[in-house]
C-alpha cells in the first residue's frame, strides 16, 4: 500500500479503498478556527453531546483577531467558554495560526484530522491525513461519528534532486500548480514520494501540503520518516513519532516526476493560485507591497530566513512590507536569536501572529497596486482591494522584491544560506488553554452569548417540485470568497440574517434582496454557474446562507469537493448540467421546473428541467450517495440530526 492507502485503511469504519466509493473513516483529532469555528460549535452544542469525543480539539482564534466593534471579541469569549464546557483545548489570540500551531505542538504521523478550515492539510506534511471540511463536518466528528469522503486516486509525485539556493517549497508547489491547475482534481490525494523527500525539512513539506488545496485535491501526504522525527523531537514530542512509508510495490494512479534541482523561481499571477509563471517572465515589474507569512510560508525556517536576508539593510522605500509569524514560537525563536531585529532594522512592519492579511481583515492594497504575498490566494478582491494585482511567491522571492522595490528572482541576487532546524524548539503553550479537566469538559460552565450570536439555522424538507428563478448567472472558477465575502464581513460570522445580507456581494449586490424577495414570493433560487464552482475556502457560509436566502439548488458546469458537502448538509440539492451546453442557453431571471425531484434523487440522480421563459428544456444529475440522497431529502444534516434525536437514534 501507499502512505494514503496505510492511514485511510488503519481509520477505515465503511467501504472499500476504492476511487469514488464513498468511505466512511474514524477521525482522532480536530481543528477549527473562530472565522468558521463558532457555528461549528452552535450546531455541535444543538447535538445533546456532553463532552468531545476525539482524542484530541483544538479551538482556535486566529481569523479575526482585529476587534473593531464587539462582534469579534463576544465570539472569542464564547468560543472560549465552549471549550471549556466541552473539553476543547483552546488557543488565544495573538498565539498564532491554527496550521503552524498545530503542526509545532499536536499534529501525528498516521493520524486523521478534518478542520473547519481548506488549509487542515498542511498536516501532510508530517504524515497525517489532514483534511478540510465544513464546520457541520467537523462537529459531527467531535460528536464522534464518522467522516465521510470519497475514496481517493492516488497521484505520486516523485521528487528527485535537491532544490538550489534562493528556490523553496512554495516554487515545489507552484511547479505541480503549473502541471494540474486548481480545478478538476476532485478525489485525487497527492502523495509525495522519490530520494527528493528526505532534502525537505517539515515546514518545506507543510507549506506543499497546505498550498495542494489550492489544487482542489482531497488532501496532500508526505510520508513519516527521519526528517519528521528530528522536528518532534525538537518539538519535544518524539513519543508522537512513527514512521510511515509506502511499500516498494505501491500502486498509483499516476505518477509526476519533478527534479527539484531544475525547479526556478516562480509566481502565481492575478487572480488564481494555478495562473503560474516564471519570476524571470516578470522581472522588472514595479512592486507596491510585500506581505510575507499566513499559514503557507510564516514558519521558523521561513521567518529565519527573511531575517538573514535583510540582515543590514533596508527595504526599498516605495514598498510597504509587512511580516507576520506564525506561531509565538517562532517569533521567540528569532528573538533568541538575535534575529527578530533584523526585521525591525529593515523597517519591516511587525504584524500579528494571525492570519491578517490573508484573507483581507488587514493591509488591504491600494488602488491598482502590486502585491507580493507568501499567502496561498489571490483570488479578485480577497486582499480587500478588487483593483490590486496579488501575485503569490516564495519568502526568497519576497524579499529581493521589498529590497530593490521591483520583482526579482531571488536566485539573481545574495541567497540565505540553508536554515537548520534547531536540536529543541523553545516550547511555551502558556496561551493555550488546556484545562486540567480537558477530557471531560466543566459541564456547569456558563456559555457566554453576545447579541451578534444567533441560532444555528434549520432549511426546510426538500418538495416533490422545485420551481424556481436562476437569480444569478455566473462564470467559471468561483470561489467561495465570491459567494460569501470574508475581510470586513467575516464578524457577522455567528449572525446568519445579517451575514447572508453579503452572499454574492461581489457580483451581484442585490442578490440578497432579490432572493428574498422570490422567496417571499414561494418561488426557490437557483444558483447557475460554470466550472468549478465552490473553489476556495471551506466556509459553509457559502452554502448555509444562500439556504437561508432560499436556494433549493445549485446546476454547475463542475463543483468542488468541499463545497458540494457543504450545499448537501444545508439541504441544497448540487446538480451538474448533462451537456455544459445548456448553461449558454439560461439567463437570469429565467423561470425553471424542476418535477418530481425526490423520485428522480432516489433513482439515477437524472432529472429534465424545463426553461418556461424560453420554453425549452435540457438534462442535469446529481451524483448522490445513498446517505447524501437523505440528507438533502431531509432538507440538511441538522434536520436529519434532530429527526434521529426525536426517534432516540444514537447513530
Not at 189 to 196: I, L, R
Not at 387 to 411: D, M, N
Not at 635 to 651: D, W, Y
Request: net charge negative; aromatic share 6%; proline share 4%.
Amino acid at each position: 500500500m501507499n502512505v494514503t492507502e496505510k492511514i485511510l485503511s488503519a481509520h477505515l469504519i465503511s467501504g472499500e479503498l476504492k476511487p469514488g466509493r464513498e468511505i466512511a473513516i474514524k477521525i482522532d483529532q480536530t481543528l477549527t478556527q473562530d472565522a468558521t469555528g463558532t457555528m461549528a460549535y452552535l450546531q455541535f452544542e444543538s447535538m445533546g453531546i456532553d463532552r468531545v469525543q476525539t482524542e484530541l480539539s483544538v479551538s482556535y482564534v486566529d481569523h479575526n483577531t482585529d476587534q473593531t466593534g464587539f462582534e469579534n471579541a463576544d465570539d472569542h469569549a464564547y468560543l472560549q467558554s465552549v471549550a471549556q464546557k466541552y473539553g476543547i483545548i483552546f488557543s488565544r489570540a495573538g498565539n498564532g495560526i491554527c496550521h503552524q500551531l498545530h503542526l509545532e505542538r499536536f499534529g501525528k504521523p498516521g493520524k486523521t484530522l478534518i478542520g473547519s478550515d481548506s488549509h487542515t492539510t498542511t498536516g501532510g506534511g508530517i504524515g497525517m491525513i489532514a483534511i478540510g471540511a465544513g464546520g457541520l463536518d467537523v462537529a459531527v466528528a467531535m460528536g464522534g461519528g464518522a467522516f465521510y469522503m470519497a475514496s481517493p486516486s492516488v497521484v505520486k509525485v516523485n521528487l528527485t534532486g535537491k532544490l538550489r539556493l534562493g528556490v523553496s517549497a512554495k516554487d515545489v508547489i507552484l511547479k505541480v500548480l503549473e502541471r494540474y491547475g486548481s480545478s478538476g482534481n476532485v478525489g485525487r490525494v497527492m502523495e509525495y514520494a522519490g530520494e527528493g523527500v528526505a532534502t525537505l525539512d517539515v515546514p518545506s513539506r507543510a507549506t506543499i501540503t497546505n498550498m495542494g488545496t489550492e489544487l482542489g485535491v482531497t488532501t496532500s501526504v508526505f510520508p513519516s520518516d527521519e526528517v519528521t522525527r528530528r522536528f518532534l523531537a525538537a518539538q519535544g514530542r518524539e513519543e508522537d513519532w512513527v514512521a510511515i512509508k509506502a511499500d516498494p510495490d505501491a500502486v498509483y494512479a499516476e505518477v509526476f516526476d519533478i527534479d527539484l534541482s531544475k525547479v526556478e523561481p516562480l509566481a502565481a499571477g492575478p487572480h488564481n493560485p494555478a495562473n503560474v509563471m516564471t519570476i524571470s517572465s516578470i522581472a522588472g515589474k514595479k512592486v507596491n507591497q510585500v506581505l510575507i507569512g499566513s499559514c503557507t510560508n510564516s514558519s521558523y525556517r521561513d521567518l529565519k530566513t527573511v531575517a538573514l536576508l535583510l540582515k543590514d539593510k533596508k527595504v526599498h522605500p516605495d514598498v510597504s512590507v509587512g511580516v507576520a509569524a506564525g506561531s509565538r514560537q517562532v517569533v521567540l525563536q528569532l528573538i533568541k536569536e538575535n534575529l527578530f531585529e533584523n526585521l525591525v532594522m529593515a523597517g519591516v512592519r511587525i504584524l500579528e501572529n494571525a492570519c491578517g492579511f490573508c484573507i483581507g481583515l488587514n493591509q488591504s492594497p491600494g488602488t491598482d497596486a502590486v502585491s507580493l504575498r507568501t499567502s496561498n490566494r489571490n483570488f479578485e478582491g480577497r486582499s480587500g482591494t478588487k483593483s490590486a494585482q496579488v501575485y503569490l511567491v516564495s519568502p526568497e522571492t519576497a524579499v529581493a522584491a521589498a529590497l530593490t522595490g521591483v520583482i526579482t528572482a531571488p536566485t539573481t541576487v545574495e541567497t540565505a544560506p540553508e536554515v537548520a532546524i534547531p536540536e529543541k524548539f523553545i516550547l511555551d503553550d502558556t496561551m493555550f488553554l488546556f484545562r486540567e479537566t480537558a477530557s471531560v469538559g466543566v459541564p456547569e460552565t456558563e456559555i457566554i452569548r453576545g447579541p451578534n450570536i444567533g441560532k444555528v439555522p434549520v432549511g426546510e424538507q426538500l418538495p416533490a417540485k422545485i420551481k424556481g428563478i436562476a437569480t444569478i448567472k455566473v462564470g467559471d472558477k468561483i470561489t467561495t470568497d465570491h459567494i460569501m465575502p470574508a475581510g470586513a464581513r467575516l464578524k457577522y460570522r455567528s449572525n446568519i440574517p445579517e451575514y447572508s445580507k453579503y452572499v454574492f456581494e461581489q457580483v451581484d449586490q442585490q442578490f440578497h434582496i432579490k432572493a428574498l424577495e422570490n422567496k417571499t414570493n414561494g418561488m426557490a433560487n437557483i444558483i447557475i454557474s460554470g466550472d468549478s464552482y465552490g473553489q476556495g475556502s471551506s466556509r459553509e457560509h457559502a452554502a448555509m446562507c444562500p439556504m437561508y436566502l432560499g436556494v433549493r439548488a445549485v446546476i454547475a458546469k463542475s463543483m468542488e469537493r468541499i463545497h458540494f458537502a457543504n450545499l448537501v448538509n444545508f439541504g441544497i440539492v448540487p446538480f451538474i448540467f448533462s451537456s455544459s451546453e445548456a448553461y449558454d442557453n439560461i439567463d437570469v431571471n429565467d423561470v425553471l421546473e424542476l418535477d418530481d425531484v425526490i423520485n428522480a434523487i432516489n433513482a439515477d440522480g437524472r432529472i429534465e428541467v424545463r426553461n418556461i421563459t424560453k420554453n425549452s428544456s435540457f438534462e442535469i444529475y446529481t451524483d448522490l450517495t445513498e446517505r447524501q440522497k437523505a440528507i438533502v431529502l431531509a432538507g440538511g444534516l441538522m434536520n436529519q440530526i434532530a429527526a434521529k434525536q426525536k426517534q432516540g437514534s444514537t447513530e
